[in-house]
């Protein structure tokens, strides 16, 4: 499959008129069409919505009227994120068919700038999943290697861009759950800051924990989606109040005099040798470029698995508790009383997953057990959170690699929770601080599959932290590389 052009691309050929939204819209749809029946990366695509959709931006372009910086430019949205084309099923028999009566605030804000929503993307089951294999709809493939995953739980939204289906998407990351699937894809995955990005309208999985963010080919795509959807809202208490600097005239920040802090806890046992070369090639380079490598440590680095496995089932449990077989979604269909109800809706309508971290979640707030655990979960979060601070304070960035290893097999963890938990053992932690977090191509191992290098920066850093990134790609072709795409 031939590559599609980037965002910036599109947005300039549609600007300059060299390219109308229904020609760049149809093109992305038949992509879509010859990749689908082996990636399984989209839930529902709805062509003749889209199509309408890009018809009247090509009628306001000829009215001479003002479009927006995305105009005429496709984008595909993660299933947990609310609009009102196209159903909204969070990956889940719970939400199968679900109408969202409203957009979410991100899919306003694409839409008013004039990107095309072009279809919904698979998921892990309300997010809940490191290999996109927990959803009720069929599993993604990894556009590298169709017997392996592609990630989660924003395996679809990276499986889209990877095999070229659309420029651009939106996931969301709870415990890395862009970062990791952009990894195992070779796209670039950012999670903003906690409060960078409103999250009206995504389906709450742990509140506190949640931010959605952009997926695409290349660093400045990713800026160019982030100019958009990041900034303040009402609807959102949790949004930060404050200036939404112009992430991509930030760039060009040369890498001389960047220190990148480098922490032994994220090269440990359990990291495959291949990922550990190609991280530290990266470094390597970096530092080639004039970049101060810093040794840091963070010390309760070794307790974020089990501490975001505490605090997020523990919210989690709360937010799904609205599940209840009467108000919305799936509805047992014979119950003997209102208890049978409640109780066959949530069995029938969670996957073993979703029950089992709805269940620890449940345990670990329940009376004579929230002190011992949940207590002892939010002040490791507060040690983890000050671990970053003070290293922040010495470095602009911290490196790491996204994921123990490359993507696995189809399979192959799917009935070892505790394998697939630790999948996300590099990217929790910068959820529990509310730090931003990239993923970017740095290589591949023998078999072909992408690796990605982790860049962290404080609250509200994205500006060094796109920087980097882009400074980067700048100097190798990862991230230019493309899949084969076939059966």
């Not at 889209?160 to 670039?188: F, H, K, M, N, W």
């Not at 009402?234 to 060009?252: I, R, W, Y």
């Not at 730090?435 to 850093?461: N, R, T, V």
Request: aromatic residues 8%.
């Amino acid at each position: 499959m031939t590559g599609l052009s980037t965002i910036y691309e599109l947005a300039a050929a549609f600007r300059a008129k060299q390219r109308s939204a229904e020609d760049i819209t149809r093109d992305c749809l038949d992509r879509i069409e010859a990749a689908e029946p082996s990636v399984h990366a989209f839930v529902s695509c709805d062509r003749a919505a889209a199509l309408a959709h890009a018809s009247q931006l090509d009628a306001a372009r000829r009215r001479g009227e003002k479009i927006g910086p995305l105009a005429g430019v496709p984008v595909a949205i993660k299933d947990n994120i609310c609009t009102t084309v196209g159903a909204t099923t969070c990956g889940s028999q719970m939400l199968e068919g679900y109408q969202s009566v409203y957009n979410a605030h991100v899919v306003d804000r694409l839409e008013a700038a004039g990107a095309i929503v072009i279809g919904k993307t698979n998921l892990d089951a309300f997010a809940m999943g490191s290999s996109t294999e927990t959803s009720h709809h069929p599993t993604t493939r990894n556009p590298w290697d169709k017997t392996c995953v592609a990630g989660g739980s924003s395996g679809g939204s990276a499986a889209a861009v990877a095999a070229r289906e659309v420029p651009g998407a939106l996931g969301s990351d709870t415990g890395g759950s862009i970062r990791q699937p952009a990894s195992y894809c070779g796209v670039v995955g950012l999670k903003p800051t906690y409060g960078r990005v409103s999250r009206f309208g995504l389906v709450a999985f742990a509140s506190s924990l949640d931010q959605i963010g952009p997926i695409a080919t290349n660093v400045r795509d990713v800026a160019l989606l982030l100019n958009v959807i990041a900034g303040q809202d009402k609807c959102d208490s949790t949004s930060a109040d404050g200036a939404v600097p112009d992430f991509e005239s930030c760039l060009e920040r040369p890498l001389q005099g960047l220190r990148i802090g480098i922490s032994d806890e994220y090269f440990c046992e359990g990291l495959h040798a291949e990922v550990d070369r190609a991280v530290r090639a990266a470094l390597e380079l970096y530092q080639a470029e004039g970049t101060e490598l810093v040794p840091i440590e963070l010390p309760h680095m070794k307790y974020a698995v089990a501490c975001y496995y505490i605090v997020a089932p523990a919210e989690a449990s709360s937010n799904l508790a609205r599940y209840d077989g009467v108000h919305y979604g799936y509805r047992a269909a014979k119950p003997e009383d209102i208890v049978d109800l409640y109780s066959s809706s949530r069995g029938e309508g969670f996957c073993p997953e979703v029950k089992r971290r709805i269940m620890l979640g449940t345990y670990v707030l329940s009376s004579g057990y929230y002190e011992q655990y949940y207590l002892k979960a939010m002040k490791v979060r507060t040690l983890i959170k000050e671990d970053f601070d003070n290293a922040f304070r010495r470095v602009d960035v911290i490196a790491s690699p996204v994921a123990p290893t490359t993507a696995f097999r189809i399979g192959e963890k799917l009935d070892d929770p505790l394998a697939m938990y630790l999948t996300d053992v590099y990217t929790v932690s910068a959820n529990l601080a509310g730090i931003c977090a990239i993923s970017i191509p740095c290589g591949f191992d023998k078999c072909g599959l992408p690796i990605g290098l982790q860049l962290m920066g404080p609250a509200f850093g994205e500006e060094i932290l796109l920087a980097a990134a882009h400074q980067y790609q700048l100097r190798t072709d990862h991230h230019t590389k493309l899949p084969g795409c076939g059966d």
